[in-house]
Structure formats: C-alpha cells, structure tokens
C-alpha cells in the first residue's frame, strides 16, 4: 500500500505538523494530532520519557489502511533488519503503552517502565494489533507488573521481553491469539492463559520463569510448537484445568524443568492433548505427568544439555533435537539484545567449508 509517512522526534514539537523529520512531532503530538488510518509514523532513536503519563493509541486503522508505528535510529528503516542499533526508548515510571485502536503495528520499539496496575504494553479494546522486533520490559515486583497483556485478537513475533519474578511476562486474555519467535525472559510463567480462545504459541524460548512456562489455567484451543523451555522453576507446560477444545504439543524441547516438562496436573485432558516429538532434558520430575497411559508420540530424551551454556541456548551438534529438526537452532544470543530470533543464522561451516544456515529447524549446507 501507498503509506502516508508522518515523522516523530524527541526534538519535534512546536509549531511542526509531523510530515517531515525537520518538522517531527512529539509523540504526544502525533497522538493528539491525531494521526490517522493509512499513515507510517516514523519514530526517530531518542529517550521518550513519559514518567507517569499513559500513552493510548485509539486511532483506528483499517483492513486496508492500517497504522505502523516504526521506529528507526537515523534512517528509515534502518532498523528493520537490525537488531543490535539503538532503538526509541519509550520509558514509564507507572505509565502504561496502551493500544486501544484497530490495525496497529508497531515495530522496531523498546517500550519499558514499572507499572503496577496493568501492563507495560497492553492491547484492549481494539482489534488486529500487532508487535514486531519489539523490546518490552515492566521492572515493578508487583503481580499486576506484566510486560505485555495480550487481547482482542492480537499477536507479537521477534520481540524480547521481560518482567519481575512477581508476575507473568504476557498474559494471554480471551481472544484468538499468535507468540511466534520470541524470547520471553525471567517472570513468574511465560505466558499465563486465561479464556477459551484459539492461541499459537511457536518458536519463542522460554527462559528462567520463576513458575511455569506456560500456565493454562483456563479452557482454549492450544497450539504450541517448537519453542525451547529452558530452566522454569516449575513446570514447562502446566494445564491445571479441563480444557474446552483439544491442544497439540509438538517439536519443543524442555531442559532443566524443576517440575515436569508437561503436566496435565488435573489429568482431566487424557484425550484432549496431542504431544508429538517432544525432546526432554534433566526434567527434575520427568518428562510429562498425568496422562496416564495415553501415548506420547515420538518422545526423544537426551543423555546431556542439548544447549551450549546456559547464557547461549543454540544447540549442540549431533543433539536429537538437531537432528529432528527441534528449535532452538535460532537462538544462538544471550539474550541483551535484539538479535534476530527466528531467522536465519549462522551456525559455522558444513563440509567443505560452506557456511551452514539454520532456518527453522532446517539445517542447509
């Protein structure tokens, strides 16, 4: 589509009406302005200190006019394929990142603060909203300390998030929803379900949650599929109550779980839950719990970590998970940055000398 490009600055302001970078709104400006359906807003790298100030974004956009808010460090779009460069700092003490608008996307930001009321970053009221490449971070020991709250048929994908151990790091609300390739740091669980909805949970890592790494404690349809649980305090996958429709598990590994690597606690999904191609690693527990004999298709176990080091979660080489195709293969980060997750990456060199790339579980010499 033929976007319409507005621009935002930390020098903007003033009598500038946002159409260039020269004369760049504040980001108050172009939320008050207000921006519109159709337009690009290009947030230029800077410190945007919003203290107690919530930001809402109720502007709808459209099935074919949406909005994009893009951030960038000093050309447009130099951020889109680049992880590492400096991105706009969006910060709070107790505000939130509120989207309450339709047709949002928004890409390439680093949102954080020490709310304790909702989320940093929330989506609400609106519909089709969604987070790419995004840094999310809530520093508040609060329960209500969530990095981001999940809702009205929304998704995030190559974000890095993070929160405090007092609560969960997304929180998953009643609508159908997609977490795709992103690294989901520290928290109580990882995600925590809530609702009957339709939720696709793939290739994120699950690191260090101080409970489970996914928490349903509500009835949904449920795909969860190559992610990497590494190190949850509990459990990595925890249904602790019936389900209303049928969950497939698939091609993910669990390391170093303290509890089960999957727990169906209630024992009341037997049928309902399809595991197949799971890899386990040193699951304090076992493996997976409760399903009685209902059977767990192609399970692999490995003799040793299938990650490098706890700080570098690529895996080894000659791992059943590698040679099944698991995840993981995209991790290859210590997780500070932005690096790409999910995408192709370099892993060393095949026979002969030839780069190998990793693309999803596909290694390519």
């Known amino acids: 589509m033929a976007w319409t490009e507005r621009y935002v600055s930390v020098a903007g302001g003033g009598a500038h009406d946002g159409t260039s970078e020269a004369n760049a709104w504040t980001l108050a400006e172009a939320i008050a302005a207000p921006y519109a359906a159709g337009q690009r807003i290009n947030v230029k790298a800077g410190t945007y200190a919003n203290t107690t100030t919530t930001r809402t974004f109720g502007v709808a956009g459209t099935t074919t006019a949406p909005i994009w808010w893009r951030g960038y460090n000093a050309t447009i779009g130099d951020l889109d394929s680049d992880f590492a460069t400096a991105k706009p700092a969006i910060t709070f003490t107790t505000g939130v990142f509120d989207c309450t608008g339709s047709f949002h996307l928004f890409s390439n930001l680093d949102i954080s603060g020490a709310q304790t009321t909702a989320a940093q970053f929330r989506t609400r009221t609106g519909t089709n909203n969604y987070i790419d490449r995004c840094r999310i971070e809530c520093t508040s020991a609060s329960a209500n300390g969530r990095a981001l709250s999940l809702s009205s048929r929304s998704g995030i994908t190559r974000s890095w998030l993070k929160c405090t151990s007092s609560a969960n790091v997304i929180d998953a609300g009643a609508a159908d929803l997609y977490i795709a390739g992103n690294a989901l740091i520290n928290g109580a669980s990882g995600v925590a379900i809530s609702g009957a909805q339709r939720v696709t949970i793939a290739f994120n890592t699950f690191v260090d949650q101080g409970a489970d790494g996914i928490n349903c404690p509500s009835g ?71 399903f009685g004999d209902f059977p767990s298709l192609g399970e692999q176990t490995e003799s040793s970590s299938p990650f490098l080091s706890a700080t570098d979660l690529s895996l080894i080489a000659g791992r059943n998970a590698i040679a099944n195709g698991f995840p993981g293969l995209f991790e290859n980060q210590t997780y500070t940055s932005y690096l790409d997750i999910g995408a192709v990456q370099k892993l060393g060199t095949g026979g002969g000398g030839t780069p190998r790339l990793i693309d999803k579980g596909l290694i390519i010499s």
């Open 220 to 290: 949904a349809m449920l795909w969860i599929l190559s992610n990497s649980f590494y190190s949850p305090a509990s459990d990595g996958i925890d249904f602790n109550t019936a389900m209303a429709i049928a969950g497939v598990i698939a091609n993910n590994i669990f390391s170093e779980c303290g509890g089960y690597g999957i727990n169906n606690s209630t024992a009341a999904n037997t049928a309902t839950i399809l595991r197949l191609h799971n890899d386990f690693y040193n699951n304090t527990s076992g493996n997976e719990n409760g």
